[in-house]
């Protein structure tokens, strides 16, 4: 390798370096940040509490929405809105290191839509919102959305203790079935 392409790789990886050091530092700033907002909340969910699962129940389904959307802002109130607003109703105080969120969004009416259009990104800023889990990290939240065909448009959301899916993995061997 020549002594330029050499000093060039150096070069890079220091810059790598520091751009990832910066880049935790605004993920730290936006998460205090976030964190300071004052959520008011929102009429329009509702949110119960079995002992294992925790479940918000929203009478629509979430917009189809892209981050340079002029209304983020406003559907981000409404919808994070709702799920603070149901929890609060609620008066629960959990607290959980990681956690799976299943939701199922019903449409009342046969129109396309991908899985991944829906904007669940705003219900599971609601839930980092509530307190429920430090953040929505990888280290902290897995989700999957379904959908389904239904009388009325609803999204239902599951919030399960990501103990539980530990020990899934844990007590199956998945890889035996392939």
């Keep these: 390798m020549s002594v330029a392409l050499e000093t060039l790789m150096q070069d890079y990886e220091v810059i790598e370096t520091r751009r990832c050091q910066l880049m935790q530092q605004i993920l730290e700033l936006q998460k205090k940040e976030f964190q300071n907002r004052n959520i008011t909340g929102l009429p329009g969910a509702t949110c119960c509490w079995n002992g294992k699962v925790l479940k918000f129940t929203i009478y629509d389904k979430p917009p189809i929405l892209t981050r340079t959307d002029i ?24 607290r959980f290191n990681k956690v799976l969120v299943l939701f199922k969004i019903t449409t009342n009416d046969i129109s396309y839509w991908d899985v991944d259009n829906r904007a669940v990104s705003l219900i599971i800023n609601g839930i980092k919102a509530t307190g429920i889990i430090p953040d929505d990290r990888w280290q902290y939240l897995s989700a999957a959305v379904c959908g ?27 890889d035996s079935l392939f």
């Design 71 to 94: 209304a983020h802002e406003e559907l981000y109130a409404l919808w994070a809105g709702r799920i603070v607003q149901a929890y609060r109703e609620a008066r629960l105080n959990l």
């Design 148 to 174: 389904a065909k239904g009388p009325i448009n609803k999204t239902e959301v599951l919030v399960i203790d990501g103990r539980h899916m530990d020990d899934l993995w844990r007590t199956h061997n998945f």
